[in-house]
């Protein structure tokens, strides 16, 4: 299975995971036990958006806009160089949690940051491909120009999406 341009390696196995408890009923319980954590879930997340929705401060749910933060946060210690002139590309440095991965304790990342119009951003780390939000390191290339990343946020996480779904 591809998914978001990655391979998952069973859906079977990760639905069994999240069932457990299911396991052992009959057909008929698992199925209705699948609808009725469903909507209960779908539920809860309704209801948390509806109380997000008078929060004008931010157009994403709490959850992202507490990612961006702690994104955000990480990003002031990264150091960003310049390396591209007609594309916006930049390369960025950060330490390596604990010094490991390599031997200087640092890791760069290549950042490629698209048109306002279009909204894409690229990562080497691909998380911004994987998760359709931006990491520490395309947040720190935005400082860097003051350019508003919000834009290359999908849709999907914004609050009015969420309650829609």
Known sequence: W????IMTTNLAEAYNAILRKLRPLPLTAIVEGIMYRTTMWMRTRRAVTLQQMSNAQTPFCKKMAEYLQEKANKARFHTVITIGNIRQ??????RTKGGFGSSTGVITHEVTLGHESDNTCSCSCNKPKLLHKPCSHVLAACAKIKLDSTSYVSTFYLKDRVLNV
Do not use: L, N, P
């Open 2 to 5: 591809a998914r978001h341009g």
């Open 89 to 94: 590309r930049w390369e960025v440095t950060c």
